[in-house]
């Protein structure tokens, strides 16, 4: 979750939302997305809302422990229910994100489970996933999440040389997480996501192959492979300006996703979103997939966000300030935003465009057709989906996603 809250139009104390957000609710699927605040030690190159023991002590720190945690958001998640009323929709997917959701008591995650199937129910198929950093599991860990409903998880592993991992912050070992996704997969896991990070500075490309190799060796069924930011405000950051350590440039991100596509498709792993690549349609994320298709989740957690039929909210960032909002029986959320159909029309652009299926000719204004005219011209999208009324990226494309976008909304 992002660190910094957009402005807003104030939240009612009760988390009511505008009627028409609950219109035609049933032909759209749920998802609860449940943010866990903590981490062991903080990464430089993180800019989500998350805290370390010493960032908590002081003022709420007594509200904001993780003893108390899993309690505080099933009191969100009874708020959600009494928010959408006899919305009839079971849940599609639950997905747990940090932070560092492991740092909790593997019961603490099924009890947060649990609070979402007791109040609103889970669909049969419904998809049940946690982030975890390789090094706060164990194979009994695993297998009380697999007994308490989770069927899949994602493990942090970033890079497999030691030396980027040193840089990226990261605690753990390399062999850990590969030896994770075997632990994952003995405790009953259908699903295994690695996440890697390429263009870290120092990085060669022998250091990401390896990391490509040892990710593919490990069996996962999905690769999410991330080009580093730096954020303004983070460790990593103040390093670079510092004169520290290089920043990496566009050209080498680009040799690496290029390195990345070809291991990834050479292994039987297919990409679906630019970032994102499974090696079967089952092996997706559907969480994941629920954002970038507009539909409606529900974020519980300090500076979660959610999206319920065109109407954005957020939370609190603090976790005491979360903690004590609920303890006063009032909606934690510190903002909303209700999105014009132009803005949902734009949305769906720029995230559309990033999926396999691409997104539909008929959502671009004048000034976007002729800019997707141009973009066929260039090779940067396909020309047989582009016949059937679909922009869909190319190879090329994809390496130039945000510019495409930004052409294409106009």
């Keep these: 979750m992002p660190s910094v809250l957009p402005d807003g139009e104030p939240m009612p104390d009760d988390g009511a939302l505008p009627a028409h957000a609950l219109q035609g609710a049933g032909e759209r699927p749920l998802g609860f997305y449940l943010h866990v605040p903590y981490c062991a030690t903080r990464c430089g190159y993180c800019d989500f809302n998350t805290y370390t023991a010493s960032e908590l002590r002081g003022a709420g720190g007594v509200l904001a422990s993780r003893e108390n945690y899993a309690g505080q958001v099933a009191e ?20 747990v994100g940090g932070g560092t959701p492991t740092l909790l008591d593997a019961a603490d995650l099924v009890s947060m489970l649990a609070s979402v199937r ?12 946690t982030e975890a950093n390789p090094e706060s599991v164990s194979p009994a860990y695993l297998e009380e999440l697999r007994a308490g409903g989770f069927n899949r998880i994602s493990f942090g592993m970033q890079s497999a040389r030691q030396h980027v991992l040193k840089i990226l912050d990261r605690s753990h070992t390399p062999g850990r997480p590969e030896a994770c996704v075997a632990e994952a997969r003995a405790a009953g896991f259908d699903h295994v996501n690695l996440d890697l990070i390429y263009g870290t500075p120092g990085e060669s490309d022998d ?18 492979a991330y080009a580093l930011i730096v954020e303004e405000g983070t460790q990593l950051a103040r390093r670079i300006r510092r004169g520290e350590i290089p920043m990496t440039d566009d050209d080498v991100h680009a040799d690496r996703y290029l390195m990345t596509e070809e291991a990834l498709s050479g292994a039987g792993f297919e990409w679906y979103e630019v970032s994102n ?20 989740w529900w974020g519980a957690g300090p500076g979660a966000h959610s999206h319920v039929g065109g109407v954005r909210w957020w939370n609190v960032k603090h976790p005491g300030a979360y903690a004590a909002a609920l303890g006063e029986g009032r909606s934690p959320g510190a903002g909303r935003e209700v999105l014009s159909e132009e803005d949902r029309r734009v949305e769906r652009i720029l995230l559309e465009l990033r999926l396999r299926e691409g997104c539909p000719l008929d959502l671009l204004h004048p000034a976007g057709l002729a800019a997707a005219r141009r973009a066929l011209s260039d090779g940067l999208l396909d020309p047989e989906p582009y016949a059937r009324g679909r922009a869909v990226l190319t190879l090329r494309g994809r390496l130039l996603a945000d510019a495409v976008v930004r052409d294409l909304v106009d």
Excluded: M, Q
């Design 277 to 296: 690549w499974a090696t079967s349609e089952a092996g997706r994320c559907l969480h994941n997939e629920l954002y970038w298709r507009g539909a409606d």
């Design 76 to 95: 969100e998640i009874r708020l959600a229910r009494k928010v959408l009323g006899d919305d009839p929709r079971p849940v599609r997917t639950v997905f």
């Design 118 to 129: 007791d109040e609103f129910g889970l669909a049969d198929d419904a998809e049940v996933t």
């Design 207 to 224: 250091d990401w192959r390896a990391s490509l190799d040892a990710a593919i060796g490990a069996g996962p069924d999905h690769v999410s």
